[in-house]
């Protein structure tokens, strides 16, 4: 089966950095997405990696191993308003979203 | 950037109602639309695929003949919840992703919360 898997909970102190990883086993791979959920609203966009290596935006960087199925969402200079859960979403063979349960990250001041 | 408005952003209503949904994709053509059901403090619950000009596509457990989806064009679909009871309230969320190819970011709508009395 398809599976992906996250930390359903991670604590970090304001100012900060923390890493989210992610690990999948899909059939097939075209790409791997974080995004961001804060609570009670939808989903936004934060990366997309297809390639392996680094993929640096701000103070968020994403990073990718296709041969390991693994990724990992870096969050630097963390601020109170990163409290959030962020979800790792797999592209499989058909071009279907698989999505992981989320990670539900607190920042504490 | 890609936008994708969701109306109504809030439903309160009697048991036993049927509500739509309307999800528009804003500055792009969206073969494929995509809708979620979340409970709270759960994971987003993929309910079906929305094509356009053909039948959705449901997941296993979905009764598509509660949740009635339509995508008559490139910009929009809906989600009628027919005849909703208490069990139903949840968050509702759709998503488009761009025609063109099948690893573009879907890009969500706001969505709808929606609350049967």
């Known amino acids: 089966g398809q599976n992906i898997d996250q930390p359903t909970e991670m604590t970090a102190t304001e100012g900060a950095i923390v890493q989210i990883n992610c690990t999948y086993q899909t059939s097939g791979f075209n790409g791997l997405f974080w995004y961001q959920q804060h609570a009670g609203e939808a989903p936004t966009f934060l990366s997309y990696?297809?390639l392996d290596g680094l993929e640096e935006k701000g103070r968020f960087s994403s990073f990718l191993s296709r041969s390991k199925g693994y990724s990992y969402l870096l969050l630097k200079e963390l601020q109170m308003k990163d409290s959030a859960s962020y979800l790792c979403a797999v592209v499989d063979s058909n071009y279907q979203l698989i999505w992981g349960a989320g990670t539900k990250l607190i920042i504490k001041p | 950037g890609a936008v994708v408005s969701q109306h109504p952003s809030w439903v309160i209503c009697k048991s036993g109602t049927s509500v739509k949904i309307e999800c528009r994709s804003l500055?792009?053509?969206?073969?494929?639309m995509f809708w979620y059901r979340q409970f709270p403090k759960q994971s987003l619950m993929l309910m079906a695929t929305?094509?356009?000009?053909?039948?959705?596509?449901?997941e296993q457990g979905v009764e598509k003949d509660k949740f009635l989806i339509n995508h008559a064009s490139l910009t929009l679909s809906t989600l009628t919840v027919t005849s909703a009871h208490p069990e139903d309230s949840s968050f509702y969320i759709c998503s488009a992703r761009p025609t063109e190819t099948g690893n573009q970011p879907q890009h969500f709508g706001d969505g709808t919360r929606l609350s049967i009395l």
């Open positions: 990696n297809v």
């Open positions: 500055d792009f053509q969206a073969t494929t």
């Open positions: 929305s094509n356009e000009g053909s039948k959705a596509t449901y």
